[in-house]
């Protein structure tokens, strides 16, 4: 088990004595913990939505809040971790434990303070904060990966299905644009062919990591649709700076050789675009109409030569777009 970092678990002090809140904030300080006190349950409500305190060592006996309510109150809050609570009380009956601990507290000390008493419980402490820590890491690598293209490190298809409806009731809500770029490696069924599929493979994972690279970081996002087909989806941005996005990808893609055990690699990539502002209906934004648009785009660009960009306003794409779901079809199975 790793080692716990105890400088990583700063301390809020409730005490409204100032003479106990003093020493005990200087003690702490002094034993190498990151401390900081308030006098008053309020105040330290304040300070934990100000700033997070994964302890808190409270006194039970306080005028107006007192040590037992701001137990009550700490659980009630949304917080972006656990706080551990150690009541500080004089009270030491069976019933006065419990009390304090059916309000929340998790441990609790008695007056007066025996620092050496409060140091092993504050280990007992970082243990369990560090359980959880370690708990919350693990689930979240968890989610990442029920969520990413295990090859490519983008998201899945799954993810961009569920995230993409929900960036396009965020945009018309505020009507924001909102734009997505479908791309796909020109040829690529015969890099499989002539090299293997693990050649492939790093073709594929360089591809990504180029698009990847080459948008904005935290705003932008990319999913891997299926095969050799991605898609960037670019909020807050209109269709022409979305044109101008692909065409740099397109570049940068040409560009940008993939080291292989049999030598460079180089390959190019068709882009269809298609984005929509507060102008466009509502029926005529879906993510299945948005995807479609980008998809078919993407496909003239392969008739045309390959290694380009085309599409524009959602609206446009559309009105081209053969009407039956088998002519669009056969129109894609004639571009491959």
Wanted: some cysteine; charged content about 30%.
């Amino acid at each position: 088990m790793r080692q716990v970092v105890e400088s990583s678990y700063p301390i809020l002090i409730v005490e409204d004595n100032p003479v106990s809140r003093k020493l005990l904030e200087k003690t702490l300080k002094k034993g190498g913990y990151e401390a900081v006190s308030a006098s008053t349950g309020e105040e330290a409500l304040k300070k934990l939505k100000k700033k997070f305190f994964p302890i808190v060592i409270t006194d039970w006996m306080m005028p107006g809040m007192d040590g037992l309510e701001l137990c009550r109150q700490i659980r009630t809050m949304d917080l972006p971790g656990y706080v551990f609570i150690i009541l500080l009380t004089a009270k030491d009956t069976r019933e006065d434990i419990i009390e304090g601990l059916e309000a929340g507290a998790d441990d609790y000390l008695t007056k007066p303070l025996d620092f050496p008493e409060l140091k092993a419980r504050l280990k007992s402490a970082f243990r369990i904060l560090e359980l959880e820590r370690s708990l919350k890491k693990a689930n979240e690598e968890i989610r990442l990966l029920s969520i990413t293209d295990s090859l490519t490190g983008c998201y899945n298809r799954c993810y961009l299905m569920e995230r993409l409806r929900h960036e396009i009731k965020r945009a018309r809500r505020y009507k924001h644009e909102l734009s997505v770029v479908m791309c796909d490696i020109d040829h690529f069924k015969s890099v499989n062919d002539k090299y293997g599929h693990q050649v492939g493979d790093l073709v594929l994972k360089s591809f990504a990591a180029c698009v990847c690279s080459s948008i904005r970081k935290d705003v932008d996002w990319v999913a891997r649709y299926g095969g050799e087909e991605f898609l960037v989806v670019l909020p807050e941005t209109g269709w022409k700076g979305a044109f101008a996005l692909a065409e740099r990808l397109r570049k940068a893609v040409a560009r940008t050789g993939t080291q292989t055990p049999q030598g460079e690699i180089f390959v190019t990539a068709s882009f269809g675009v298609a984005g929509f502002d507060s102008t466009v209906p509502d029926d005529q934004v879906s993510l299945e109409q948005l995807i479609n648009a980008a998809d078919y785009s993407m496909y003239l660009a392969k008739q045309e030569g390959r290694n380009q960009v085309k599409g524009g306003p959602l609206g446009a794409a559309l009105a081209e777009m053969p009407l039956s779901k088998n002519s669009l079809c056969l129109f894609k199975a004639a571009t491959r």
